[in-house]
């Protein structure tokens, strides 16, 4: 089994499986990816672009949850 690897996400430490894409790597972080937007490296990463976004150690995430109501 591979290593994890280190990134940060919402500017925590966190470990992660090696080789996942963006998608893979925010299901198993525990998020809903239909409801989350995504900064990767500091650039906004369009939706239909995550199941090819690789993830690697020492990148950076910002994940922003979109809450509904009214």
């Known amino acids: ?3 994890p ?3 940060q996400v919402n500017g925590e430490s966190r470990q992660a499986t090696a080789g996942l894409s963006l998608q893979q790597l925010l299901v198993e972080l525990g998020y809903e990816p239909r409801l989350v937007v995504v900064e990767f490296n500091g650039a906004i990463v369009p939706r239909a672009q995550w199941p090819d976004q690789p993830v690697a150690a020492g990148d950076r995430l910002e994940v922003v949850t979109i809450v509904g109501g009214g």
């Open 1 to 3: 089994m591979a290593e």
């Open 5 to 7: 690897i280190a990134l």
